[in-house]
Nanobody, 124 residues
Framework: QLQACGGGLVQAGGSLRLSCAASGVTLDYYAIGWFRQAPGKEREGVSCITSGFGDTYYTDSAKGRFTISRDNAKKMVYLQMNSLKPEDTAVYYC???????????????????WGLGTQVTVSS
């Protein structure tokens, strides 16, 4: 199971740190993704960190502002979000999967477990 938290209301330019706690899995083996879904829009990838070496990837919207990290021992995943913009407003989800590769990491279908999501609202 995954449980995400850390969302909230923040002004543009502010920061939030999202956390995702995993249970019942050996997190080391999984790639981890953060996705978001704004009202009326499809779920989109934000950031991914691989298993093993922990390579990190970001979509263009997140590059330079967001940082993904993982602590396998604590079974925790984090997304540090800085310089937030109103267009970052969405429900943010963490997800883990054994299958995602560099080619498929932005495809939600390749992830096996999802958290319930946490709302992030950025006011202008």
């Amino acid at each position: 199971q995954l449980q995400a938290c850390g969302g909230g209301l923040v002004q543009a330019g502010g920061s939030l740190r999202l956390s995702c706690a995993a249970s019942g899995v050996t997190l080391d083996y999984y790639a981890i993704g953060w996705f978001r879904q704004a009202p009326g829009k499809e779920r989109e990838g934000v950031s991914c960190i691989t298993s093993g070496f922990g390579d990190t990837y970001y979509t263009d919207s997140a590059k330079g502002r967001f940082t993904i990290s993982r602590d396998n021992a604590k079974k925790m995943v984090y997304l540090q979000m800085n310089s937030l913009k109103p267009e970052d407003t969405a429900v943010y989800y963490c997800a883990i999967g054994l299958r995602p590769t560099k080619a498929t990491m932005w495809a939600p279908a390749f992830y096996d477990y999802w958290g319930l999501g946490t709302q992030v609202t950025v006011s202008s």
